[in-house]
């Protein structure tokens, strides 16, 4: 009887513990641009949902993605790690052998050993074999439900017919894709979840990245534009502001908000640029664009809101970064981060409270582009950024302090501080090449690799360990 006694009352705590952890949404555009947004300065495109979230929490000036390109960009929220490190070097292609491993330890996986209900629900973009055991999908990285598709939504955003769910194809859907990824992930929250525990849910929208296809309401809201591609574009960011919106009110229909930190962010900047087809998002003024490690490629709209701990209407030019989010989000579950390899994220939540000034890192800001032409990498530390080609032979420096938009290359000017950033980014680049795999030196530099070495033959060990 006392045993009985015991595990009923070790069961309460446990179960008490697990309702008041804080609940974790992490919202993820694709493609879009830091000036995208009305909220950062947009002066046509319409976000009321996101304009109306920023005023409830804080607006990052400084937020980075952890790469230029989409699937290291994601590889980096999930682990706390840079992409070269956890192995996700590039954008990956279908049928590639580059995947997340299961050597990872990935966010959902930690939370749900914390006692977390997990979604995905979106773009996955994390293995080159989707839908395939022979590579990890999302339910082998710690998500109880997942509603996803390889890369893109296809044929278009309208009415996609290559979504699985939980590992069965979904076959064709009616509707376009963000409100209709967003649907499913009301509907796990509404229906499908284990309201006992508290949740972790990742809604990865395809908007703004091209090929896009915007609903006609949205597009009926730019009458003025001229240019439909502008037009389709502007309509593309204001559905997933929709589906964004969405996804607030049914945390607020079911009371969620008040105990939910929200962080909304994209994976990397704009594409094209900015005037011809495609790509009509904005850089707002920074230098580059997707796939470049300027600030135009990299920096990103940041926004979080946790009622109660992140005063509503504020701003912060604190520098964070997408490897962030994994430290951030398991310190606020009050789960501890892995202290059997190197993070390059740290807790960033002391710059979303404006409770610090300055957020210590171990590691640097660190961006490497494998993706030709533009094989390039950059470091930043405080207000320095170095940039660097592939070869380590010819180099930038910036003061972004003074120099948002990169004009200047002080890398004359400023030789000792140069010599002293050079030497320090050859090091760190150094030990990131010895701890990842060697997928980056084996496999084409353009990304794909080659689906004919993709896993399905068995691979080495080491891929999967």
Known sequence: MRLLIALLSSFLILHSSFSAQPNLVLFLADDLGYGDLG??????????????????GVRLTQCYSGSAVCSPSRSALLTGRTPHRNGVYTWIAEGAEVHLRTSENTLPELLKRA????????????????????????????????????????PSHENPNNFARNGQPVGPMQGYSAPLVVTEAVTWLKEKRDASKPFFLAVWTHEPHYPIKSDPKFKALYPDLTDDIQREHHANVTQMDHAFGMLMHALDEQKLTDNTFVFFTSDNGPEGDGIKSPGRGSSGGLRGRKRDVHEGGIRVPGLARWPGKIKPATTSDIPVTGSDIFPTMLGIAGVESPKDRTLDGVNMLPALTGTTTKLERPQPLFWRLHMAPNMKIAMRVDDWKILANAELTEFELYNLKDDPKETADLKDKESKRFHELQGRLIEHNKTINAEGPDWWQRLSPNGGGDPNKAAGKKKKKKADE
């Open 39 to 56: 909220c950062f300065g947009h002066p046509i495109i319409k976000s009321p949902n996101l304009d109306a979230f920023a005023k409830q």
């Open 115 to 154: 006692g977390y209900t997990t979604c995905h629900s979106g773009k996955w973009h994390l293995n080159g074999l989707f839908n395939n055991p022979a590579q990890p999908q999302p339910g082998d990285h710690g998500y109880d439900w997942w509603m996803a598709t390889q890369n893109n939504a296809g």
